[in-house]
């Protein structure tokens, strides 16, 4: 196992009182998914199979999380992040680009969650986040604007066939009612 110091600040293991916190966090949202998709309906009263249920996936998902949030909260305490906090205490290092790659992805997903789902058509929804994910990521500082235009071009293209796809797929071959 390589030294800490010689790695990267966001290659860097979280400290164990941190990953204890990670895993309430995820143990919530695994719970709150499971049982939302278990108060989905299951179509037996219209004599469907079990694997057409549109809660299976999430509640799968939602068990999956579950699972691996203990895991991380057994592992976090078997490092000792119930200790002291003298002894887990992550040394302050700067902030990263991943840093800030990390809280725009987090921000678009809340907005793709809370401010497009139910409010604009599916696939609209589907196109704007995929389009403005792209635009994000793929910005370069000092790019030439036709550079940039074509790339924004692209990912709006991008997200209109995405969207469509989706909205297809799930829609056409699933066939699943989308929001």
């Not at 966090?25 to 709150?32: I, L, P, Q, R, S």
């Not at 999956?64 to 002894?87: D, H, K, M, P, T």
Request: glycine content about 8%; proline content about 7%; aromatic content about 12%.
């Amino acid at each position: 196992m390589a030294d800490n110091s010689e790695l990267l600040p966001h290659e860097r293991p979280a400290p164990p009182r941190v990953d204890l916190w990670i895993a309430a966090v995820f143990f919530v949202f695994g719970c709150a998914a499971a049982g939302l998709a278990f108060r989905m309906p299951t179509y037996a009263d219209q004599k469907g199979e079990i694997y057409t249920a549109p809660g299976l996936v999430p509640g799968f998902y939602g068990i999956v999380i579950i699972l691996l949030s203990v895991w991380l909260a057994v592992r976090a305490v078997n490092q000792g992040a119930l200790r002291g906090r003298s002894e887990t205490a992550a040394p302050a290092g700067p902030k990263t680009a991943s840093d800030l790659r990390l809280v725009l992805a987090a921000g678009l997903g809340l907005f793709f969650v809370v401010g497009l789902i139910g409010r604009v058509p599916f696939w609209l929804a589907s196109a704007t986040f995929v389009a403005m994910f792209t635009m994000l990521f793929e910005w370069r500082r000092g790019q030439p604007w036709p550079v940039r235009a074509r790339r924004m071009a692209e990912a709006a293209l991008l997200g209109l066939a995405t969207g469509a796809a989706v909205t297809l797929v799930f829609e056409r071959v699933f066939y699943v009612r989308l929001p």
